[in-house]
């Protein structure tokens, strides 16, 4: 393997920044599964000269309230469909991402992961070529995984002694 085509090896969760963004270290899960890779914007507004984007939302560690203007030819709109088959319209933006020690540039839909444990999703079209996944390694979210397991069992225990 030449060292123009060696490939970074990352963990299932990794922290990852936006260096263009002013963004660092935010907790990113690498899901295979997916094609696409996304973000977490909590608002996002087009006006005549683009793409107006505030990333994360105000209950979120990482909101910075700092909103970010993406000119008219920096983004484009796509349709992502996902496991369920909903399909849903999105903004798609090329950012620059630092994952490891290794920055590329990747495509990253806009996205209310409000409700997810991690803010980024890293899929498919972002890993290939570039990225090794070994499921074993990583920083994931360990105590915050726990606790959103043991809270599903406990929903789940619940919905069986009232069905």
Avoid: C
Wanted: charged content about 30%.
């Amino acid at each position: 393997m030449d060292s123009q085509k060696e490939l970074t090896i990352i963990g299932r969760a990794e922290r990852i920044g936006f260096p263009e963004l002013d963004i660092i270290s935010v907790p990113a899960k690498v899901d295979t599964g997916a094609d696409a890779s996304s973000i977490w914007a909590d608002n996002v507004v087009l006006k005549k000269d683009g793409l107006y984007v505030i990333f994360f939302s105000p209950d979120s560690e990482y909101y910075t309230g700092l909103t970010h203007i993406f000119p008219k030819n920096t983004y484009s709109v796509t349709r992502i469909a996902n496991s369920f088959g909903h399909k849903e319209i999105r903004y798609k933006l090329k950012l620059k991402v630092k994952i490891k020690k290794r920055v590329v540039r990747a495509t990253f839909t806009l996205s209310d992961r409000s409700e997810k444990l991690y803010p980024i999703l890293l899929g498919r079209k972002l890993l290939n070529g570039k990225f090794l996944v070994d499921v074993q390694k990583g920083k994931p979210l360990r105590t915050a995984e726990v606790a959103r397991s043991e809270k599903l069992k406990t929903e789940l225990k619940n919905m069986k002694g009232n069905v």
